[in-house]
């Protein structure tokens, strides 16, 4: 396996003595390339790697292609933090943040008051889904395996981590009765599941591999681990999607908008700072059906 793959990658595994199914997250280069566009604070930095684990955790558990969107808002100094992955694997994200109301030892409750989590799924082909959960738990994790309970009905926990250098995350999952017939045992063999996954401290998570972790917490179990999968930050932003935006201005409010900013229009992404600009001529080429025909993306 390369070293690359070992940063940026969920695994699977399974139990064959239970029913349950787990994932493992691991992100580096992707979750510097997101931390890159901004200067974060480290609480900050801390939420969007974690939920980066999250969204490369859960962009394996859906079945369609497509794009996972998780959104968080609130009414506190991070009004919203968004991660974007696609079922190609290419994840984004950014937050909004006002540097001076955030302290180094802020908690979630101090960062996203009153917040609200969206997990919105869009398939290339179907219907659009949506589910919301409020951001009541003490950690990002909290509020995921609440959302699970609430809007999934699927025994679920998840594990979260993040430090600035390594996004990490670990999910586990209760499977319909194969392996263990009788509903007792089913609930113990969950539990003690669970109580090993609770025993891992969040620096042996962002500090060690996934045998490692694996072995140091399911030993006892037997664990069928499955080919790591590749993630990568990629940002889906375009001159022609700039353009479209643009052209939902209108023609002449987009000329006058041209007009009023010397000669040009700069639309930024928020997403990787990439640049796009346009003059009354690119403008009068949106217009006519020409589409765009202009230079490829800048950054700053």
């Known amino acids: 396996m390369s070293d690359l793959l070992k940063k940026d990658a969920t695994q699977r595994f399974m139990f064959d003595t239970s029913d ?4 493992l997250a ?29 969204a490369a955790l859960l962009v394996g558990n859906q079945k369609v292609d497509g794009l996972l969107s998780l959104q968080a808002r609130s009414e506190g100094p991070v009004p919203l ?33 009153n917040g609200v989590l969206a997990i919105t799924i869009d398939p290339t082909v179907g219907q659009r889904y949506q589910g ?26 998840f594990w979260l981590g993040a430090d600035g250098v390594r996004a990490r995350g670990m999910f586990l999952q209760q499977l319909p009765a194969d392996v ?19 025993t891992l401290k969040t620096e042996e998570l ?8 694996l072995h140091r917490l399911y030993h006892e179990e037997t664990v069928r681990v499955y080919d790591p999968l590749a993630i990568e930050f990629k940002c ?10 643009l052209t939902s201005l209108g023609h002449e409010d987009a000329l006058n908008l041209v007009a009023e900013h010397g000669g040009h229009i700069e639309i930024d992404c928020q997403f990787c700072n990439a640049q796009y600009l346009f003059d009354a001529a690119d403008v009068d080429q949106l217009f006519s059906g020409a589409g765009v025909q202009s230079p490829s993306k800048t950054h700053h």
């Open 26 to 54: 691991s992100l580096e280069h992707s979750y510097a390339d997101v931390l890159a566009k901004h200067a974060y604070p480290q609480p900050v930095q801390q939420l969007l790697g974690e939920l980066m684990a999250a």
């Open 236 to 245: 889906s932003c375009s001159r022609e999607r700039s353009g479209n935006a």
């Open 206 to 213: 962002l500090g060690l591999d996934n045998e490692t972790i």
């Open 180 to 198: 263990i017939e009788d509903e007792d045992e089913r609930v113990d063999s969950w539990n003690k599941l669970l109580m090993l996954g609770d």
């Open 81 to 113: 933090l968004m991660i974007e992955c696609t079922s190609d694997r290419e994840i984004r994200g950014l937050a909004r943040f006002e540097a001076d109301q955030i302290a180094a030892d802020a908690t979630l409750a101090d960062l996203l008051p």
């Open 20 to 23: 349950a199914r787990g994932e």
């Open 132 to 157: 919301i959960v409020d951001l009541n738990g003490d950690t990002l994790a909290d509020c995921f395996t609440n959302y699970f309970v609430m809007s999934e009905q699927v025994p679920t926990r």
